[in-house]
């Protein structure tokens, strides 16, 4: 079996956004299946999924694009936090300070994406119905 590049999601978006027909996105998004990619698709398309902040982007410095302490990968889970149930046990201060911490330790394209997912703004190229194609469970 061939090594397989794990691409950052930020890549994974832009890839799918630069294709011309919808079975190379759909290809493409299961391909690169992942926790975070389908958590960010399904945080952006869901109506159902909107996460307990405040709207626009936080006062957060972005990490460096050849140095971040993490990735979106490994930091995706902790955005349950900002979803009820969970949303609601934890006070908006330390809320929004988790946030922030996160944007800040991840590539600075993928916070991009974060935002744009926070705020429902789809990803230029992916419509709701390539997502629910690719990934039928995370859309209702």
């Known amino acids: ?8 999601v930020h890549e994974i978006i832009k890839k799918v956004s630069n294709q011309r027909s919808k079975a190379d996105k759909i290809k ?41 302490p993490s990735s979106f990968l490994k ?6 936090y ?4 969970k949303s ?4 908006t201060l330390k809320k929004e300070r988790l946030f922030i911490q996160i944007l800040e330790s991840i590539h600075p394209e993928d916070a991009e994406l974060i ?5 429902k703004t789809p990803f230029k190229g992916i419509t709701s119905a390539v997502v629910k194609e690719a990934f039928p469970s995370i859309l209702p």
């Open 1 to 8: 079996m061939a090594n397989r590049v794990t691409l950052q």
């Open 88 to 91: 609601t046990q934890m006070s």
């Open 115 to 119: 935002l744009q997912m926070k705020d």
């Open 28 to 68: 493409i998004l299961q391909e690169n299946e992942s926790f975070a990619l389908k958590t960010l698709l399904q945080g952006t398309y869901n109506p159902n999924i909107v996460l307990d902040l405040p709207e626009g982007a936080p006062p957060y410095t972005p990490s460096a694009p050849q140095s971040f």
């Open 75 to 80: 930091q995706s889970k902790k955005l349950a």
């Open 82 to 85: 900002f979803v009820p149930p």
